[in-house]
């Protein structure tokens, strides 16, 4: 619409972080290999019906094996930084008490490949894949677990206090209290919005108990949380006030106790675009000094960005852009822009930011290693992001999601988001064509025009 890309290359501040993604549930396999536990997504994959085709997380891109060859992959595509994550039923198998050394083992290997081959790791300690354990001990809807999480991870901060590494706490809390615990369409497959609530200060909290035992551990590096933020806009002057809490639901009830300190007032209630859950149950998890842990101060915010939502007066979220092959995605470039900038505005004293996924699926289940939607996707949101370094935002790096075709959680193996093809048959990885242009883009430090 308005603004329009120069016809030169845009250009990156120097020492812009250059990256790709992966998780480890997603590809690792391998899911019972020296010592792990059992997470909640073996058990979710293994009940009939949760997973689109019926895969598990085994061999998923069996990158438990096939580790040091995919960070050669890494090394010759020329990227500067790799994300994954840490499972944490490898750490500690029943989620709590004593340490799995083969499974720590692991990714003190796989952090030193990086490091060996001058590539910057970004560690999230917890994508997803909960002990089964814990859950059955309540899970996030629980207050235990937070303390458990901040145990957890400061064993990893203990195993590499060392490495100078970009720390993420959480991925995406929200996707883990809404899709998990709401809808019911990842695990736990819970669908109670008073726990989908409680999880959300659970999650939280956890994330402020570890960015403490941080700062405890005196580890090198610097610490985040990765949050999935969603630009509403209304799709009518009537619709303002239900975009306005579909925002607080969306973004504010994330942004606002970690950056503020405090929970938004009007993301909980019955109007349009609010969470119908029990507000004053919900205050009552919230006890003294919680606020506190969880707005610790961070080095950095990471922000996962793959689009936007129109909201209508009633609350709902109606498509105002084109999706993609996931029906949830509506692919609007600008929005980032958006983001960033109101992020800017909003929360002028936030910490720098990351972008830490944004990507799009190839177009059917099979895939294509000639993903031209992909290498336009990633030159116009690589554009937005550029602009908005130039209006003003702290920006440090960028990770594509993902490196790897992968377990796409409940689409299974039928939704590929790889910049890197993975024939899932012979496990061989061939990089698309938008890899090949992501390469040029990382080594140039600029995204050239269309
Ligand atoms: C990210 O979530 C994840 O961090 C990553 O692991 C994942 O592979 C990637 O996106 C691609 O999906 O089925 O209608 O209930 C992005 C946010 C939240 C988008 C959950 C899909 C499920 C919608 N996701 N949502 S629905």
């Known amino acids: 619409t308005g603004w329009q890309p120069p016809a030169e290359p845009m250009a990156f501040p120097e020492g812009f972080v250059w990256g790709a993604a992966t998780s480890a549930f997603q590809v690792e396999g391998s899911t019972t290999a020296d010592g792990r536990g059992q997470s909640i997504w073996d058990t979710?994959?293994?009940?009939?019906?949760?997973?689109?085709?019926?895969?598990?997380?085994?061999?998923?891109?069996?990158?438990?094996?096939?580790?040091e060859s995919d960070l050669d992959l890494v090394a010759?595509?020329?990227?500067?930084?790799?994300?994954?994550?840490?499972?944490?039923?490898?750490?500690?198998?029943?989620?709590s008490g004593d340490v799995n050394q083969p499974g720590v083992d692991f990714y003190r290997?796989?952090?030193?490949?990086?490091?060996?081959?001058?590539?910057?790791?970004?560690?999230?300690?917890?994508?997803?894949?909960?002990?089964?354990?814990?859950?059955?001990?309540?899970?996030?809807?629980?207050?235990?677990?937070?303390?458990?999480?901040?145990?957890?991870?400061?064993?990893?901060?203990?195993?590499?206090?060392?490495?100078?590494?970009?720390?993420?706490?959480?991925?995406?809390?929200?996707?883990?209290?809404?899709?998990?615990?709401?809808?019911?369409?990842?695990?736990?497959?819970?669908?109670?919005?008073?726990?989908?609530?409680?999880?959300?200060?659970?999650?939280?909290?956890?994330?402020?108990?570890?960015?403490?035992?941080?700062?405890?551990?005196?580890a090198a590096g610097g610490i985040g949380i990765a949050l999935n933020l969603l630009p509403v806009y209304p799709t009518s002057r009537d619709a303002d006030p239900a975009a306005v809490h579909t925002d607080a639901v969306e973004n504010r009830m994330f942004l606002e106790p970690v950056l503020l300190g405090r929970y938004p007032s009007d993301a909980i209630g019955t109007k349009p675009g609010q969470l119908p859950a029990d507000a004053g149950a919900f205050?009552?998890?919230?006890?003294?000094?919680?606020?506190?842990?969880?707005?610790?101060?961070?080095?950095?915010?990471?922000?996962?960005?793959?689009?936007?939502?129109?909201?209508?007066?009633?609350?709902?979220?109606?498509?105002?852009?084109?999706?993609?092959?996931?029906?949830?995605?509506?692919?609007?470039?600008?929005?980032?822009?958006?983001?960033?900038?109101?992020?800017?505005i909003d929360y002028p004293d936030a910490p720098p930011l990351l972008i830490t996924e944004n990507g799009i699926p190839d177009p059917t289940p099979e895939g294509t290693t000639d993903d031209v939607e992909r290498l336009e996707f990633l030159r116009a949101h690589l554009q937005q992001a550029a602009r908005a370094i130039g209006d003003g935002v702290e920006l440090a790096g960028y990770y594509a999601w993902s490196l790897l075709d992968n377990f796409e959680w409940a689409e299974g193996m039928s939704q590929r988001w790889g910049l890197v093809h993975v024939d899932f048959e012979t496990q061989a990885r061939t990089p698309k064509a938008s890899m090949d242009w992501y390469s040029t883009v990382v080594r140039a430090n600029e995204v050239p025009p269309s």
């Open 44 to 67: 979710f994959a293994a009940t009939p019906g949760r997973i689109r085709d019926g895969s598990t997380g085994d061999p998923a891109a069996d990158h438990y094996r096939l580790w």
């Open 76 to 95: 010759d595509l020329g990227l500067a930084a790799y994300r994954f994550s840490v499972a944490w039923p490898r750490i500690q198998p029943t989620g």
């Open 109 to 218: 290997r796989l952090v030193d490949g990086l490091l060996s081959r001058g590539i910057r790791p970004a560690i999230t300690l917890y994508h997803w894949d909960l002990p089964q354990a814990l859950q059955d001990a309540g899970g996030w809807a629980v207050r235990e677990t937070a303390d458990r999480f901040g145990e957890y991870a400061a064993i990893m901060f203990e195993a590499l206090r060392d490495v100078d590494a970009t720390w993420l706490t959480i991925n995406e809390p929200k996707t883990t209290a809404y899709v998990g615990h709401r809808w019911g369409v990842h695990a736990p497959g819970i669908t109670d919005v008073d726990q989908a609530a409680a999880a959300i200060h659970h999650q939280l909290l956890g994330h402020g108990r570890t960015v403490e035992a941080f700062r405890a551990s005196g």
């Open 283 to 344: 205050q009552d998890l919230v006890l003294e000094g919680d606020l506190e842990v969880i707005s610790s101060p961070l080095d950095v915010l990471a922000v996962q960005y793959y689009g936007v939502t129109g909201v209508d007066e009633t609350g709902n979220q109606v498509d105002l852009y084109p999706t993609s092959a996931a029906v949830w995605q509506q692919v609007h470039p600008e929005g980032l822009y958006d983001l960033l900038i109101d992020l800017l």
